[in-house]
T-cell receptor, first 116, second 114 residues
């Protein structure tokens, strides 16, 4: 079975500072990894994905994520946080192939608060 | 592109009543997913369809829940009879074919069972 852990329920960061939201995963075979963001009363919005290749993936709104196979991690990063980045962030994993490969397993989410 | 459209956005009803949630996926998307989001359990996959056919319904909580997709542009999730523990936000998502494709979410239906 595949699983995702987001060890921090909440992350607070000052505006302009770099931010990191942590994610570790467990899956059989090669992982496909995703980050989504959710604003209040809205659905999840896709930010970026890792399929294969370069371990540093760039996505929407200046976000990027680093895939680390040995640590089974896929941390979300941004060099300079904005107040508008405050939201709930979800990491998700999907098996690369085989049964259940269309199913996304989500982490519990991390609430990011950017303080002006 | 109108995105995934869900209706109603909010539903409040009494225990025992039938509840029907509706979803219109993005045109051309082959996959449709129903999720439930609660504070306690997070985001749970209930069921997903491929080309209107249910592929995996192992996440459906119990027989009170049913989902249909009569055509490529419409799906329903029905709860009958509803119970207070069904209160949650229900999301529909769709994606094109291909395991690398991200899912596109609707804005959800906030369901409250009194």
């Amino acid at each position: 079975a595949q699983s995702v852990a987001q060890p921090e329920d909440q992350v607070n960061v000052a505006e302009g500072n770099p931010l990191t939201v942590k994610c570790t995963y467990s899956v059989s075979g090669n992982p496909y990894l995703f980050w989504y963001v959710q604003y209040p009363n809205r659905g999840l919005q896709f930010l970026l994905k890792y399929i294969t290749g370069d371990n540093l993936v760039k996505g929407s709104y200046g976000f990027e994520a680093e895939f680390n196979k040995s640590q089974t991690s896929f941390h979300l990063k941004k060099p300079s946080a904005l107040v508008s980045d405050s939201a709930l962030y979800f990491c998700a994993v999907r098996a690369g192939s085989g049964a259940g490969s269309y199913q996304l397993t989500f982490g519990k989410g991390t609430k990011l608060s950017v303080i002006p | 592109d109108a995105g995934v459209i869900q209706s109603p956005r909010h539903e409040v009803t009494e225990m025992g009543q039938e509840v029907t949630l509706r979803c219109k996926p993005i045109s051309g998307h082959d996959y449709l997913f129903w999720y439930r989001q609660t504070m306690m359990r997070g985001l749970e996959l209930l069921i997903y369809f491929n080309n209107n056919v249910p592929i995996d319904d192992s996440g459906m909580p119990e027989d009170r829940f049913s989902a249909k997709m009569p055509n490529a542009s419409f799906s329903t999730l029905k709860i009958q009879p509803s119970e207070p523990r069904d209160s949650a936000v229900y999301f529909c998502a769709s994606s094109p074919a291909g395991t690398v494709q991200p899912q596109h979410f609707g804005d959800g239906t906030r369901l409250s069972i009194l």
